[in-house]
């Protein structure tokens, strides 16, 4: 509830909340320095596989790179409407950006299995130890993000009941579509799900997506007044969403492109 | 646009606009030259226009963030592509640093608003990062003198 000109007046001349939130960033850089850095010094240090160059999945992590950096540009597009005062739009791309951060994380949670099923668990040896507390702390922190932006676009980006609970609907629609699609993918492994489920799964959260997004855009009250307050603390959430991404940069960088030729060390 | 360009050609060959070349007949017509830069101007007034673009009210439009995510997308593009060239050999870490480095600054200068916003918050993200950079650097350094398995 508070905005830079309700804020008190201070020495810095800057809101207190976007300086805590730089401060604390900072600090992050230290905390995932210290991951990263240890991955390169233990890097090709493994006595026993799988090594990197046997099970990193380069394209499929070039895809989740780019779902994670336009769900950035969808933050930093919520923030700047809701700037602008257009209230519906700003909760249209604060959903976006949390369902982008969910589609990377559907990714994350897929490639941690496909290790998992290739034998590489953090206990296999000094690599896989790395690399699951690396991307498991970034991951971690990508769930709070999509948390957040669900609660804010919940709690505070909805005014009536009605729109809170339509945006519990989309965000569940999608969930469910999600489940449908992941379904029709499954159904040669797991044949005791007919077919005809799975596609109905999935058409009933596209169904409900689309209804509820129109039903949300239509039931727009235009308060600009209100939204305004929120501004700032959108644009906090937006900071941490834009780090996670920076982090992922380095990441995606060192740990898959620098290293994805890493085999068995030269002892 | 094209305005701009006959500007910037105009500066870096000394040309006036009504057809003949700006020769001063004495020093004095000259007492302030605005082109004394390097590259006759160019480069200062291409960083005006560039300073002008990314200042406007204090944040960029949704568009020009567009641009900044699709020139994101690009350089991942780019990456991928050159992950696949094999006679780069150890070039590619260099290449992939750099890089990477790119993206780190447009998305902490552009979507961070960084750019746009108090220069405290520049100094102290920056104090956390470099921090962090060279403690990295000294931890390699470390390892590297004296291996784990020697």
Known sequence: MSTVSEEHVNSTGVDNKKLMMWIFLGSDCLFFGSFISTYLVYRNRSLSGPYPNEILDIPLTTVSTFVLLMSSLAMVLAVSYVQRGSQVIGRYWTLATALLGLVFMGFQVYEFSHFAHLGLTPRTNIFGSTFFTMTGFHGGHVTFGVIWLVIFAISRLAETLKQKMLIVGSVLSVVIAMTGLMMTHTLDVIPHIPSIVAYSVFGVGLLGTIGTLFLLKSSDNQNIESIKKEEGNLELAGLYWHFVDIVWIVIFTVVYLISANDGAPLL | ?150
């Open chain 2, 1 to 150: 646009m094209k305005k701009l360009f006959r500007n910037i050609l105009n500066q870096f060959l000394g040309h006036t606009t009504d057809g003949y070349f700006r020769v001063p007949d004495t020093a004095q017509d000259l007492p302030n030259p605005k082109n004394d830069t390097p590259w006759a101007g160019t480069l200062k007034l291409s960083m005006d226009k560039f300073n002008k673009l990314t200042r406007k009210d204090g944040h960029g439009s949704p568009g020009f963030y567009a641009i900044i995510g699709i020139v994101l997308a690009a350089i991942t593009l780019v990456e991928f592509l050159i992950f696949y060239v094999e006679s780069l050999g150890v070039l590619l870490i260099p290449i992939m640093l750099v890089l990477s480095l790119m993206k780190f600054v447009i998305v902490v200068a552009f979507f961070m608003h960084l750019r746009f916003d108090n220069r405290v918050f520049t100094i102290v993200f920056f104090a956390g990062f470099v921090l962090a950079v060279v403690i990295a650097i000294i931890l390699l350094l470390v390892f590297a003198i004296k291996p784990v398995f020697s």
